[in-house]
């Protein structure tokens, strides 16, 4: 069966303290990954696309990589702005369905 | 604001009733997405539109949920006999490509 997980569920860092969300998926026929964000009550923002095992993409203080099997999104001297839930989702093809993961919750402290 | 709208922002029924939501999407988009999600959970795929055609249907979308997009534009989920286990946030997402961008969802409420 297809799964995408996301560890940790949640994660709690002081203001500047870099860290790493893991986005590990069993599924076959993988076209690629997409990273979002979303803020309480409201929708998945885009952030990034991945499409092949070795390709990064940069944003601001927000960094995703992808293997054959997992995505990270590394978070670097994070601010309390960047608290907020990241989602990772996998599809098969162009204009197909996402598989979302069920997310990795982030606060960040001053 | 160019984006992806929905309407209402949010919905209270009681059990029983039917509901309809609303999706407008980014204009140059020819397909349309809805999700279901739930509190602590990622969206869940419900189906999908390119412009007027609906293409994929998940098992999760009863017999109870229907969507339509008449004119390839703007697009409709109607739930009837509204459950407890209906309450959700019911997401809208538009593309041209691969890169789906969502509209701010409607939370649905069932008494």
């Known amino acids: 069966e297809d799964q995408v997980t996301q560890s940790p569920e949640a994660l709690r860092l002081q203001e500047g303290e870099s860290s790493s969300l893991n986005c590990s998926y069993t599924v076959s026929g993988l076209r690629g990954l997409f990273w979002y964000r979303q803020d309480p009550g409201k929708g998945p923002e885009f952030l990034f696309t991945?499409?092949?095992a070795g390709e990064e993409k940069e944003k601001e203080r927000l960094k995703a990589t992808l293997t054959k099997k997992e995505s990270f999104l590394h978070i670097t001297a994070p601010k309390p702005e960047d608290s907020a839930t990241y989602l990772c989702a996998v599809f098969y093809n162009q204009g197909g369905k996402l598989i979302f993961g069920q997310g990795t919750e982030l606060s960040v402290k001053p | 604001d160019t984006g992806v709208s929905q309407d209402p922002r949010h919905k209270i029924t009681k059990r029983g009733q039917n509901v309809t939501f609303r999706c407008d999407p980014i204009s140059e988009h020819n397909r349309l997405y809805w999700y279901r999600q739930t509190l602590g959970q990622g969206p869940e795929f419900l189906t999908y539109?390119?412009?007027?055609?609906?293409?994929?249907k998940s098992r999760l979308l009863s017999d109870r949920f229907s969507a339509e997009r008449p004119k390839g534009s703007f697009s409709t989920l109607e739930i009837q006999r509204t459950e407890q286990g209906d309450s959700a946030m019911y997401l809208c997402?538009?593309?041209?490509?691969?890169?789906?961008?969502f509209g701010p969802g409607t939370r649905l409420t069932v008494t």
């Open positions: 539109f390119q412009n007027e055609a609906q293409l994929e």
């Open positions: 991945l499409y092949s």
């Open positions: 997402a538009s593309s041209s490509a691969y890169e789906q961008y």
